[in-house]
C-alpha cells in the first residue's frame, strides 16, 4: 500500500471479499453489536436501582463517569502497545474480561448498600471499560489492517451493528429487568459476549508486525490531527450531553413518557445508521471529500443543535415535531462527520512519515477511542451544568457553538493548506 492510495480517487473495479476478509467482518460485526448492547442496557434501570442501595445522584452519575475515564486511559496505552500484546489476543482478552464485569455486575445487587455497593460499582465499572477498549481499539487496527484501502466504507458499514447494539440495548434491558428482575440482563447479555470469545477466536485471523518507535505526540504534532481529533470530541460530547439531558426535557417541556422518549431517540440513531455506509462508501472513493464532509456535516449539526431548545434568542416556540426533525438531522451530520475522520487522521500519520502498519493503525484507534471517551465524559457533565443553571435550549445552543467553532478552524486551515500549495507548484 501507498500513500497515493489514501490520497487519490478510486479507480480499480470492485473486487470479491476474500474468506479471510468476510470472516473479519462477521468478526467485527459481532464485536460492536456485542459490546454496545452491554454497554447500554444500564440507562433505563440503574440509576434507580443504585439510589436504593444508598447512592447519590452525583455518585450515580461518576460511575458512569468512571467508564469514560478508564476506557480513555486504557484505550491509550493499548493502542500504543498492540503490536506487543498482539491484535486479535487484545481483542479476545477484550471481550472475555467485558463479558465477565457484566455478569458479574448482575450480581451487585447482592452486596451490602452503602460505600461496598458503591466502591464495587466502580471497579466493576472500571474494569468493563478497560475490557471494552481494549476489544473496540483492537477491531478499528484489524479493520484498517485487512481493509487498507475501504477503511471508511467498511467503518461505516460497521456501525449499522454499533447502532443496532445502541438502540436495542436500553429497551431489551428494561424489559427483561421489568420481567425477571436486576440480575437478568446483566447475566443474558454478559453471557451473548461471552459466546463471541470461542466464536472470534475461530473465525478472528492473527496478524503478525513490528513494534514501531512512533509515539501520540509525534502524532499530534500534525494540526490537521488536531483539528479531527477536536472535531471527534464535539461529536460523542454532544451524543454525551443527549443522552444525560434529552430525556428529562422532552418528559417534562412535552409530558411524554419514557417509552415515547425511547421512540423520539430512534430519531437519532436511525439516520445515523442509514447514512454511515453511504458516507463511508463515498469519502472512500473520493478521498479528498473528506474534509468536506467534515465541514458539511458541521454546519449542519450545528443548525440542528441551534434548532433542537430552540436557541433562546431565536425566538421560536419549542414543538415535538421540530424536536424529532432535528434530532434526524442531527443523526445524519454525525454520519458524514464521524465516518471520515478516522480513515483521515491516518492519511494525517502517514504524511508525518509514520510507518504503514498494525502499530501506527494502533495508535491512530486509541487515540480515536481515548479522544471520544473524552467527549462522552465531557458533554453529560457540562452539558448538565448549564442546564441546571440555565436551561436545555442554551446547552443545546452551546453545543452546537462547539461544533462551529472547530469548523471555521477546519475551513480556515483547508484554505492555507489550498493557497500554500498553490504557491509551491511551478507555473511552468
Not at 454499533?162 to 428494561?174: A, F, K, N, S, V
Request: a neutral charge.
Amino acid at each position: 500500500m501507498s500513500d497515493n492510495n489514501t490520497t487519490a480517487e478510486s479507480t480499480d473495479p470492485p473486487q470479491r471479499f476474500t474468506r479471510k476478509e468476510i470472516l473479519t467482518l462477521i468478526s467485527m460485526a459481532s464485536v460492536n453489536f456485542g459490546s454496545m448492547i452491554c454497554y447500554s442496557i444500564l440507562g433505563p434501570f440503574f440509576p434507580t436501582e443504585a439510589v436504593k442501595k444508598g447512592a447519590s445522584q452525583t455518585v450515580v452519575g461518576l460511575i458512569f463517569g468512571c467508564y469514560a475515564v478508564s476506557n480513555l486511559i486504557g484505550s491509550l496505552v493499548l493502542g500504543k502497545y498492540i503490536v506487543q500484546i498482539g491484535a486479535k489476543f487484545m481483542l479476545i482478552a477484550g471481550l472475555f474480561v467485558s463479558s465477565c464485569c457484566t455478569i458479574i455486575f448482575g450480581f451487585l445487587d447482592r452486596a451490602p448498600a452503602g460505600p461496598i455497593f458503591i466502591s464495587l460499582c466502580f471497579v466493576v465499572r472500571s474494569l468493563d471499560a478497560v475490557g471494552f477498549g481494549a476489544a473496540m481499539t483492537s477491531a478499528f487496527a484489524i479493520t484498517a489492517k485487512i481493509f487498507p484501502n475501504n477503511v471508511a466504507t467498511v467503518m461505516g458499514s460497521l456501525e449499522i451493528f454499533t447502532g443496532l447494539g445502541l438502540i436495542l440495548g436500553p429497551p431489551l434491558g428494561g424489559w427483561l429487568y421489568q420481567s425477571f428482575g436486576y440480575e437478568v440482563p446483566f447475566l443474558s447479555l454478559g453471557c451473548l459476549l461471552l459466546i463471541m470469545v470461542p466464536f472470534n477466536i475461530y473465525v478472528l485471523p492473527s496478524i503478525e508486525a513490528v513494534p514501531s518507535k512512533d509515539s501520540f505526540f509525534r502524532l499530534l504534532t500534525h494540526v490537521k490531527t488536531i483539528l479531527v481529533c477536536y472535531v471527534i470530541f464535539t461529536l460523542s460530547a454532544g451524543l454525551g450531553f443527549l443522552d444525560a439531558t434529552l430525556s428529562l426535557f422532552a418528559i417534562n417541556r412535552f409530558g411524554l413518557s419514557t417509552g415515547y422518549v425511547g421512540l423520539i431517540m430512534l430519531g437519532l440513531s436511525l439516520p445515523y445508521c442509514l447514512a454511515s455506509p453511504l458516507m463511508g462508501y463515498f469519502t472512500d472513493k473520493y478521498p479528498a471529500t473528506r474534509v468536506a464532509f467534515l465541514v458539511t456535516g458541521g454546519i449542519t449539526a450545528t443548525i440542528g443543535f441551534c434548532l433542537l431548545g430552540p436557541a433562546p434568542f431565536l425566538h421560536i416556540q419549542s414543538q415535538l415535531w421540530l424536536v424529532v426533525v432535528m434530532l434526524g438531522l442531527i443523526g445524519f451530520s454525525l454520519g458524514m462527520s464521524a465516518i471520515p475522520t478516522f480513515p483521515e487522521i491516518i492519511t494525517c500519520a502517514y504524511e508525518i512519515g509514520f510507518e504503514e502498519g498494525l502499530s501506527t493503525l494502533g495508535m491512530v484507534s486509541g487515540l480515536f477511542g481515548a479522544v471520544w471517551c473524552t467527549g462522552m465524559f465531557y458533554g453529560p457533565i457540562v452539558g448538565g451544568i448549564i442546564v441546571q443553571h440555565l436551561s436545555f435550549e442554551w446547552a443545546a445552543t452551546v453545543q452546537g457553538a462547539l461544533i462551529f467553532y472547530v469548523n471555521t478552524h477546519l475551513i480556515e486551515h483547508s484554505v492555507l493548506r489550498h493557497f500554500s500549495s498553490d504557491e509551491r507548484t511551478p507555473l511552468l
